[in-house]
């Protein structure tokens, strides 16, 4: 087998955040730089399938010590795709330009990735590569065996896993949680050094201008902005609160009715109060429903709620679009979040999800019916499925957003008239920013889960059947075995969560189970406590996991990184546990307990029982 890594120095983000400057832009040279820690894990899981493994970085000529890493660590050769024309790449130009370079080195079984990049963390370039190159995608794998013309992955899902078929050649995005990466050794150290590495322009790659670089991209970065997160007070107990009183307030806060935090709704009042006014012409805001055991998901409502308030600003209707087997009922229900029409594909072979037979009904229906937007959640489906259909259509697509707006952008004198801004967090969590698509349509993006409440609000929800004519190479997926626990599908939409952090060991794992319990919360986690093994990923709260907007958050023994805040910010009332009074957490809290998880935790879950 004959595979290519494909990585990318990074600035190194867990070393610090990286320094905005006074116009918004990042001060990349205030940080040092690193191999994206996804791709070692991609590097990895290459060196134990094929026989000859080449690393392939897009970058500057320094970006050149990330390949003699891969050397190092055993890949045969490297190639630096460099070139002026490459700079300012979105993932769209930077899909290009890789699959340009992967035709030039000739045949290759396998395409493989980390998931997401630490600066950019957006996911998008492998299936971009995998639409590109007309290859069959899998995003996500943490296992890959070799079937000779196939390999079979398993990929993580929320709350569970699926494990899929995958002729070769194909593109696989690996996960962090399999193929723990080697070390290198004196001899591969001393053989990367004296290796050549190869280098190849624009012009070797027969690549032209229009197809890379700043320019060429279709998605804008209009601003950037550091995150304001903190919380003015945190009341600890022994300082004016007994942990009696604050028992009695998290009942309080429990019982409160309602079903998500406040902090939800205002967000999206302030943003339908910056919205255009007066709309000069129409746009379409579809919406790409998925379906949770044969009904509307919440992520779903969600999106469908908030596409309500956007075409306010673009002057269109609200479309879902649905696509399954079986589901012509449920997808009705999305007449009742707003959508004034339901496209409907109803097909066996849309059951279960394969990427590549949605991205051909969706790509083809809005070729045909032309929208202005196109919402994804940002599930595993959403992450998986966007980008290839980004790709397909020439468009740009922002990852992972936290807010959206329709708002007037101005660049170069040109105003573009009642543009999707659209919020996510970026370089780690530490800053946000709002990209824009100004020429290109659909404007595209993934949502992170969580963001909006889902207000029933009727729209006319009249059905269209969408056609559905899919070819063989539209099926080349199979999927042999899909495994969910119902029950974890739904941690962004719990009204209390418990979450235990890596202050926590697998003797007081129970604890934070125990409380959760006693208080009726889901459980979920810090990536610490994922690395140490504690909680299975599909729990992860953070930048790289889920946000969650509950009503209350119960942080166990959890330090209050960036990357962990950005996913519970929007919790109502937030209680943090910890035994270092110094702990970020409690400038994230609104009540604090210093001290041991191992006694806090049993004395508080004793406070709530006394109280009933
Ligand atoms: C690109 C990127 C993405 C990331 N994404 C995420 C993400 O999605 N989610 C996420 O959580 N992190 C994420 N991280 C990691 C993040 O930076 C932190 O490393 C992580 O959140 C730390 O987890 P933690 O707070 O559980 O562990 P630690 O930082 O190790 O903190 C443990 C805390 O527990 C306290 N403690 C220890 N023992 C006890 C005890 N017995 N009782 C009470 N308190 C105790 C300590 O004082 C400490 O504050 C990301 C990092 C990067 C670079």
Not at 364 to 393: C, E, H, N, Q, Y
Request: some cysteine; aromatic content about 4%; hydrophobic content about 45%.
């Amino acid at each position: 087998m004959r595979a290519v890594v494909l990585m990318k120095q990074v600035p190194d983000l867990r070393a610090g955040s990286v320094g905005l400057r006074e116009d918004g832009t990042i001060d990349r040279a205030s940080a040092s730089t690193t191999t994206n820690p996804a791709d070692l894990h991609a590097l990895e899981a290459g060196l134990q399938l094929a026989e000859e493994v080449w690393a392939m970085s897009m970058g500057p000529p320094q970006a050149e010590s990330t390949l003699r890493e891969a050397l190092s660590l055993g890949a045969d050769g490297g190639v630096l795709l460099c070139d002026r024309v490459f700079a300012g790449s979105d993932t769209w130009a930077t899909a290009n330009v890789l699959a340009a370079g992967i035709r030039h080195l000739g045949e290759i079984d396998l395409v493989l990735c980390g998931t997401s990049a630490l600066d950019g963390e957006t996911g998008q370039v492998g299936p971009q590569v995998a639409e590109r190159l007309g290859l069959p995608q899998a995003t996500g794998c943490e296992a890959i065996e070799d079937r000779d013309d196939s390999v079979e992955v398993r990929r993580i899902v929320e709350g569970g896993f699926e494990r899929l078929a995958v002729p070769l050649p194909a593109v696989l995005t690996v996960a962090e949680t399999g193929f723990q990466p080697r070390y290198a050794t004196l001899p591969g150290r001393r053989r990367a050094a004296a290796a050549e590495v190869t280098v190849w322009t624009a012009a070797d790659i027969g690549l032209g201008s229009e197809l890379a670089g700043l320019e060429a991209s279709p998605t804008k970065v209009a601003h950037m902005r550091p995150v304001p997160v903190a919380r003015t007070t945190c009341r600890v107990v022994g300082e004016g609160i007994s942990l009696e009183e604050l028992a009695a307030e998290i009942i309080a806060v429990v019982r409160g009715g309602g079903t998500r935090s406040d902090k939800v709704l205002q967000a999206e009042e302030q943003t339908g109060a910056m919205q255009s006014a007066a709309p000069s012409h129409g746009g379409d805001i579809w919406v790409v429903c998925e379906f949770v055991d044969g009904e509307l998901g919440v992520p779903s409502r969600e999106l469908l709620s908030k596409a309500l308030d956007l075409a306010r600003g673009t002057g269109g209707r609200v479309v879902a679009a649905c696509l399954g087997a079986g589901i012509a009922a449920a997808a009705r229900s999305a007449g009742e979040f707003g959508a004034d029409e339901v496209l409907v594909a109803d097909d066996v072979l849309l059951d279960p999800y394969r990427c590549e037979p949605f991205a051909r009904v969706l790509t083809d229906a809005i070729r045909g019916r032309r929208p202005d937007v196109v919402l994804f959640s940002a599930t595993t489906t959403g992450r998986d499925l966007a980008p290839r259909m980004a790709a397909a259509l020439d468009t740009g697509l922002a990852a992972d957003c936290t807010d959206l707006r329709v708002a007037d952008w101005q660049r170069r004198g040109e105003t573009y008239r009642h543009l999707l801004h659209q919020e996510r967090p970026a370089m780690s969590g530490s800053v946000v920013a709002t990209c824009v698509c100004p020429e290109s349509r659909p404007q595209m993006a993934t949502v992170r889960p969580g963001m909006f409440s889902p207000l029933p609000r009727p729209g006319r929800g009249e059905v269209t059947a969408l056609h559905v004519e899919l070819g063989p190479s539209d099926l080349r997926v199979e999927v042999l075995e899909r495994s969910v626990q119902r029950g974890e599908v739904a941690l962004a939409d719990a009204d209390v969560v418990v979450a235990g952090g890596a202050g926590c060991d697998s003797a007081s794992w129970h604890l934070v189970e125990d409380l959760a319990a006693a208080i009726g919360g889901r459980v979920a986690a810090s990536r610490g406590a994922v690395e140490a093994g504690l909680a299975p990923r599909s729990v992860q709260v953070g930048q790289t996991g889920s946000s969650v907007a509950p009503r209350l958050y119960v942080a166990c023994g959890i330090s209050g990184a960036l990357q962990h805040v950005v996913g519970m910010r929007r919790a109502g009332t937030v209680v943090a546990v910890n035994r270092d009074a110094d702990a970020p957490i409690f400038s994230f809290a609104d009540y604090g307990i210093v001290g041991d998880v191992r006694d806090v935790l049993p004395r508080l879950a004793g406070s709530l029982e006394a109280l009933g």
